[in-house]
């Protein structure tokens, strides 16, 4: 099959280009390395060191393994780019990572919340109109966000609800409560994708992805110079990765707020098994499923503990240290989302535990000479009123 994976530089995009490559799949890989610019910027960098551009990686894969990825190094919001991917590869199904996956990027200010507004929306526009004129029999995998439910009251379905109202019912796009401008732009994403596959019969699955963790897959193990990306900095960096790191190099883990705040999450491993069976299993012309893609749900609270536990448990001293939350959003409540789909095609879930922890930890100590302790820490807040000057 030929699949197309957009944001193929990213920490989901290249291990799911090497094993779909793995797989004797034709690959082909896009991006514009948004995230290393924005890392430049901010003064940060991932943990792990990656090789410094696409043709690199897949340079060192083909050194590894024999096997050929494809290269694009171009930005999905220019339609000129979009169209000549299509045209020239023709994709039978779309990977789509290639988004700002950042939820405190988008909220630093207007400009940043904008971009990555403009960015997100744009481009998934592009690839829809791609697949329509194009390759009308490609299918859309796309990488969506469990946190464009937000935490509503009520138990969370996988992307549609029975409406009984009045005395009539449907079957409607579960409602979503979104907590920040990317996650914002990820239900944009959602309405568009729908609204094609009713009207244009594209065929679509949105992936609500929880938070992933972890550093290896099969494929990134076969050589350092395979490596993916680990974030840890308070803006790309997720709270169990953070957590680890903290705890490797000693510093204490930084619980927002109370900890209540409840997510779900999986291995990265995991990812790539849902990716690998969205694929294998299309969505039908017309069709826009929605799979609920995580494994385990855990308060922040429960994280830090379990980090703390994994970490005695091989002798390093884990302090605990809530800190004042700078985000806006609930610290306690319901959360309770269905996620069976990807189980029925065959998800065999890698759940977290102290032995997957320690493996991290173990990658962590390995690069800890690249730890960049200045950005750990969040340097901005959600605040849900605007500062005003005085002159």
């Known amino acids: 099959m030929r699949i197309l994976i957009l944001g193929g530089d990213g920490y989901l995009g290249w291990p799911t280009a090497m094993r779909f490559s793995n797989r004797g799949h034709e690959v082909h890989v896009v991006d514009n390395y948004l995230r290393r610019t924005a890392h430049r910027e901010a003064g940060s960098d991932s943990l792990t060191p990656v090789a410094a551009n696409l043709p690199e990686r897949v340079a060192a894969w083909k050194d590894v393994t024999g096997l050929d990825i494809g290269v694009t190094e171009g930005d999905l919001t220019e339609w000129d780019v979009v169209e000549h991917l299509f045209t020239s590869f ?61 935490t509503p009251n009520i138990d969370i379905e996988e992307g549609y609800i029975e409406i009984r109202h009045n005395g009539r019912e449907d079957y409607l796009p579960f409602p979503k409560v979104p907590g920040s401008m990317y996650h914002l732009s990820k239900v944009h994403d959602s309405h568009n994708m729908h609204f ?35 974030d840890y900095d308070d803006v790309f960096g997720t709270a169990l990765n953070r957590f680890c790191l903290q705890a490797v190099i000693g510093h204490p883990l930084t619980v927002y707020g109370k900890g209540g705040q409840t997510r779900g999450y999986l291995n990265i491993v995991d990812t790539l098994q849902c990716v ?9 012309r017309g069709e826009m499923r929605v799979f609920n893609q995580f494994t385990e749900s855990f308060s922040i609270l429960e994280l830090a503990q379990l980090v703390q536990k994994a970490g005695a448990e091989v002798g390093l001293d884990v302090d605990v240290e809530p800190i004042d939350n700078p985000r806006f959003e609930a610290e306690e409540h319901y959360y309770n989302p269905a996620h069976t789909k990807l189980l029925d095609l065959g998800l065999e879930p890698h759940l977290l535990s102290e032995t997957l922890i320690e493996s991290v930890f173990a990658e962590i100590q390995r690069h800890r000479r690249r730890v960049i302790a200045d950005h750990i820490l969040p340097r901005d807040r959600w605040s849900p009123v605007a500062e005003t000057t005085t002159s």
């Open 90 to 150: 023709r994709p039978e199904a779309v990977v789509h990572y290639g988004e700002i996956p950042s939820a405190p990027y988008s909220m630093k200010d207007r400009e940043h919340a904008v971009f990555t507004q403009t960015n997100n929306v744009v481009n998934t526009l592009n690839v829809i109109y791609a697949i329509r004129d194009i390759t009308p029999d490609a299918h859309l995998v796309k990488l969506g966000t469990m946190g464009e439910y937000g």
């Open 196 to 230: 094609a596959c009713r009207v244009w019969g594209m065929r679509a699955t949105d992936l609500n992805q929880g938070v992933v963790y972890g550093v290896h897959t099969d494929e990134t193990r076969l050589d350092d110079r395979l490596l993916t990306r680990f």
């Open 276 to 284: 690998e069976l969205a694929v294998a299993h299309p969505a039908e």
